[in-house]
Nanobody, 129 residues
Framework: QVQLVESGGGLVQPGGSLRLSCAAS????????MAWFRQAPGKEREAVSC????????SYVDSLKGRFTIARDNAKNTVYLQMNDLKPEDTAVYYC??????????????????????WGKGTPVTVSS
């Protein structure tokens, strides 16, 4: 049974940091690129970052590059998202996903609406003072 279980979300003050984890099971993690998405209240789900399964190349949406860092540990079947200098607009439910990294010619990650095979159920992050 395929499972992606996110953890590490919570309440943090502006300027703070959180590290999200995604524990994967039921499929060979090293066969899949892994991604993070988020969905803010009242908004559509949006792509955040992706890490390839071939060479570990990482990609981000422009607005988050420099504050967020994605990483993976295939031996632990876990993917991480380190989030620094958090802002209130980062408040969202964060989702882990397995599939394919779409990257434009500027190296930016984007999600065209397909290419994700598995989704987690999400972990909420609230940035507030």
């Amino acid at each position: 049974q395929v499972q992606l279980v996110e953890s590490g979300g919570g309440l943090v003050q502006p300027g703070g940091s959180l590290r999200l984890s995604c524990a994967a099971s039921g499929f060979p993690l090293d066969d899949y690129a892994m991604a993070w998405f988020r969905q803010a209240p009242g908004k559509e789900r949006e792509a955040v970052s992706c890490i390839s399964n071939t060479d570990g190349t990482t990609s981000y949406v422009d607005s988050l590059k420099g504050r967020f860092t994605i990483a993976r540990d295939n031996a632990k079947n876990t993917v991480y998202l380190q989030m620094n200098d958090l802002k209130p607009e980062d408040t969202a439910v964060y989702y882990c996903a397995a599939g394919f990294c779409h990257v434009d010619h500027f190296g930016r990650y984007y999600y065209p609406g397909y290419g994700i095979d598995y989704w987690g159920k999400g972990t909420p992050v609230t940035v507030s003072s």
